[in-house]
């Protein structure tokens, strides 16, 4: 009964080649979040959506690409990896996370993570 | 933008001793303000949060957390922790729409928790 899970929990990969990560929630969110932590364990937003919609996309090279085929899933591609790109990757979702009036900032909640290892 | 500190990197403590973790946010306006706990390879979950109400938030495993709003802190408290508590813990900070409706994480605190 996992709530969001990614596959997979471990990738390693050749530096230049392409990879991806799939998310899906089974919590009927509305919205959903790639984190990247780094090696200090530094915790950053890189895409939401909402409803299969991009709404967030911080300062991220274009080689990253998520794709929400439909809002219970999103997932992250990535080309021509780098060995920068070695880190822990996070899924989230929130019930809302647009609302804009009191109570917004819904909890979200996270997927075990996704470590990336590139050669 | 908004933009979150945590004093303490590193925390070592016994265990039955107390733990208070400092947690400041950057933004003027109204926020909602969360905890996060990660156990040693696990992902991240919610302690607690504050939304509204009450400054002073009781969350899971004892924990508690108070918001300062004149001091922009938001401080996570346990009276007495365990072996059990060692991890990393994270504030995080959301400014809603006008600041990108974004969950903003400082950089963490480890504790380790020695029996």
């Known amino acids: 009964d996992t709530a969001v899970s990614q596959t997979p929990k471990y990738l390693v990969t050749q530096m230049g080649n392409d990879k991806s990560i799939k998310c899906e929630q089974n919590l009927g969110h509305d919205t959903m979040y790639w984190y990247k932590q780094d090696s200090k364990k530094f915790l950053k937003i890189m895409f939401s959506?909402?409803?299969?919609?991009?709404?967030i996309n911080e300062t991220v090279p274009n080689r990253f690409s998520p794709k929400s085929p439909d809002k219970a899933h999103l997932n992250l591609h990535i080309n021509s990896l780098e060995l920068g790109d070695s880190a822990v990757y996070f899924c989230?979702?929130?019930?809302?996370?647009?609302?804009?009036?009191?109570?917004?900032?819904?909890?979200?909640?996270f997927g075990p993570g996704t470590r990336l290892t590139v050669l | 933008a908004q933009s979150v500190s945590q004093h303490n990197h590193h925390v070592i403590l016994s265990e039955a001793a107390s733990l208070e973790l400092g947690c400041n946010y950057s933004y003027g306006g109204t926020v909602n303000l969360f905890w996060y706990v990660q156990y040693p390879g696990q992902h991240l979950q919610l302690l607690l949060k504050?939304?509204?109400?009450?400054?002073l938030v009781k969350g899971i495993k004892g924990f508690e957390a108070e918001f300062i709003k004149s001091k922009f802190s938001f401080n996570l408290r346990k009276p007495s922790v365990q072996w059990s508590d060692t991890a990393e813990y994270f504030c995080?900070?959301?400014?809603?729409?006008?600041?990108?409706?974004?969950?903003?994480f400082g950089g963490g605190t480890r504790v380790l928790v020695k029996p």
């Open positions: 504050y939304f509204s109400g009450d400054p």
């Open positions: 989230a979702s929130s019930p809302r996370g647009l609302a804009g009036g009191p109570g917004f900032g819904d909890t979200q909640y």
């Open positions: 959506y909402n409803n299969k919609e991009l709404i």
């Open positions: 995080a900070v959301n400014a809603g729409k006008a600041a990108g409706n974004k969950l903003t």
